[in-house]
């Protein structure tokens, strides 16, 4: 997964890059089916013949990920099994769309700027969706979700299973075609999370964005900003 950090998402004339999670630390109840993720990726192909796709994961969703690869034509690379946090930081920072489960990585995501389409089943979106703007979050809102289960006490799953594919694939589409977050965001972004860091004295964290291609990003004038602090700053105390 290295090889990912060596673009930066702000170059130009570069083809749009889809993260697909399927996983989920909370439990079964809510991940959707990994079959969806594979036709989803699929289906993303067809429909953004341009892009590129990249499957995440870390060491317990490897054999998910593995398998959705599998599935799906055996030609997007799996990434993050052997990153550490900083690492799978600066992977997600190069992101144009993270399609996701409620998870710990669709909160990174969202913390370094990268929109998400998000599946919500059995846990609230009002409570724990994704941070800032350009987010999709799709949830069905059955009666009986939320339910904060690890696994569906009625064994259907249905809050998540009655999300299809073309649902999920044109909520890629709106985000994707929304772009709110333009090249200087991006710059502002990557130079907060740099300086978040920094600050806390994580040099091991702090080599993979400057890997990622922030030197140039670093020499601008341009004064990073607040914007992860609050978001992510607890998380490194």
């Given amino acids: ?15 749009p890059r889809i993260g697909l999670f399927a996983g989920a630390e909370f439990g079964p109840s809510k991940r959707w089916p990994w079959q969806r993720f594979a036709e989803l990726s699929r289906d993303l192909r067809r429909q953004q013949p341009a892009s590129r796709q990249i499957i995440l994961a870390g060491p317990k969703e490897l054999w998910v990920a593995v398998r959705i690869h599998e599935e799906s034509g055996k030609i997007h690379p799996v990434v993050g099994a052997d990153l550490d946090l900083g690492q799978l930081a ?29 599946l919500f089943g059995p846990t609230d979106p009002t409570r724990t969706a ?55 965001q991006q710059k502002e972004i990557a130079l907060s ?8 004295q994580l040099p091991h964290l702090v080599e993979p ?16 900003g607040p914007l992860l602090r609050q978001s992510v700053g607890a998380d490194l105390q």
């Avoid at 998870?103 to 995501?109: E, K, N, R, V, Y």
């Fill in 193 to 200: 999370l740099l300086e978040l860091f920094q600050a806390h």
């Fill in 1 to 15: 997964g290295q090889d990912v950090l060596l673009v930066p998402r702000w170059a130009k004339d570069r083809s």
């Fill in 209 to 224: 964005l400057l890997q990622s291609g922030l030197e140039e990003a670093a020499g601008e004038t341009q004064q990073p």
């Fill in 90 to 118: 600066a992977v997600m920072a190069q992101l144009d769309l993270l399609v996701t489960n409620d998870s710990g990585p669709m909160h990174l995501a969202a913390a370094v700027g990268t929109p998400c389409v998000a």
């Fill in 130 to 184: 994704p941070a800032g703007l350009g987010h999709e979050v799709l949830y069905t809102g059955r009666w009986c979700s939320p339910c904060f289960r690890r696994r569906c006490p009625l064994l259907h799953h249905r809050c998540l299973r009655e999300i299809d594919v073309e649902v999920a694939a044109r909520a890629c589409r709106r985000a994707l075609a929304a772009e709110i977050t333009g090249p200087e």
